[in-house]
């Protein structure tokens, strides 16, 4: 029997990744992917039943890693404006470091057979836990966590997924843009939601 090696399985997972964003879904297969990762097909059966399930499983590990990222970068006692200023810097900071992961994840999430298998709310639990004390307290307009959702995080993911145009060559017009329109956005979320 052949033991896992948490190595492997990242480098294969990493392949997976690089040859969805590179071929799409439907042009990669587990070949590729074993290829990609220096393994064999029989490597890949491993850890994963098939590649519907491998991609499935990555998926909802990397939905979650953005969601952990975020609490590790909120406090309770933050101010509703500083929460909602926390999350949003903290979500595009997330895009920033994890382009490749942050990408996949958009992918899969309009692919009708993968988005099923991973739901937003279950992803973000905890900072909708959070969300809701701030309601508890009154510091943060009640309103429903799809529409929350909806509107503190669908427009961090637009910036983001414009992001390579602002940061063409990285130079510093194009990483001002980008903080004026991520303050802008901040701005414009906390006198929505924060009460």
Known sequence: MRLRDSEKQQRIKEAMIRLILRDGISGTSVAKIAREAGVSPATIYIYYENKEEMMAEVFREYSHDSYRYLMRRVRPEMSSAELIEAIVRGYYRYTVEHEEEFS?????????????????????????DLIHAYQKRGEFRRI??????????????FLAMNRAGLFCGGDACGEAEAEAELRELVKMLQELLAV
């Open 144 to 157: 429903s966590d799809r529409n929350i959702g909806a509107v503190l995080f669908s427009p961090v993911r």
């Open 104 to 128: 996949f994840v958009e992918q899969c999430s309009r692919c009708p057979t993968l988005s099923g298998s991973v739901k937003e709310a279950e992803c973000c639990c905890d900072v909708f």
